[in-house]
């Protein structure tokens, strides 16, 4: 799997929008990135995933660059609700043995 | 509602002592997943199972033990061979074969003194 790399915490004030970005600088064509987040003490919740493309969905957008060597996670109206670790995660899709490593991730605080 | 479920959610064991945390799911999902957490850190993978009947080890299965007998559940045994065990343990399962959206239960916290 690609090895991503993520800033270790972030501040967005509420109603801002919150851009998490993740470095994946050896991904290779077949993989895709995944997001998730954890908020305290819960078990991590799937955000969205994209391959190439830019993705959206009722959480969130995922910008991929041309290269796909980094992605950016955007939440557009951050509410307090938000503040968690997020995950950046690459992995092939569509074969056996899928073994998703979640890293450190990003502590985003959302401040009123 | 479909979704998957850990118990307990507090879990308090002596050195020593094996323990057995439970995880279900309906949600019709052929693979299952156990993960440790320790404070400020990521998710490790201890092991998972694509179907029923065969597990793999992940990064750290030293000192744990799983079965699959059947496709809704996956208990994770704890043995007293795993020299650290208290952490937060979430169980997941994933949707088939072609996408990488995995479900997480509420997680269980285990406590050995």
């Known amino acids: 799997d690609a090895k991503t790399t993520q800033p270790p915490s972030m501040d967005c004030a509420e109603g801002r929008a919150a851009n998490l970005p993740c470095n994946h600088s050896?991904?290779?064509?077949?993989?895709?990135v995944y997001w998730y987040r954890q908020i305290h003490s819960q078990g991590p919740q799937y955000i969205i995933h994209g391959l190439k493309n830019n993705e959206t969905n009722e959480m969130a957008s995922l910008i991929i660059t041309e290269d796909r060597k980094s992605s950016t996670l955007i939440l557009p109206h951050a509410t307090l609700r938000d503040t968690a670790v997020y995950y950046c995660i690459v992995r092939v899709a569509g074969t056996g043995g899928f073994k998703t490593i979640f890293g450190a991730g990003t502590r985003l605080f959302v401040k009123a | 509602d479909g979704g998957i479920t850990q118990s307990p959610k507090y879990l308090f064991r002596k050195e020593g002592q094996n323990v057995t945390l439970s995880c279900e799911q309906n949600l019709n999902h052929d693979a299952m997943y156990w993960y440790r957490q320790d404070p400020g850190q990521g998710l490790r993978l201890i092991y998972y199972s694509q179907i029923v009947n065969d597990f793999q080890k992940g990064d750290i299965a030293e000192g744990y033990s799983v079965s699959r007998e059947k496709k809704e559940s996956f208990p994770l045994t704890v043995t007293s061979a795993q020299k650290n065990p208290t952490a937060f343990y979430l169980c997941a399962s994933r949707v088939g074969t072609d996408h990488n959206e995995q479900f997480f239960g509420p997680g269980t916290r285990l406590t050995v003194l």
């Open positions: 050896t991904i290779s064509g077949n993989e895709y």
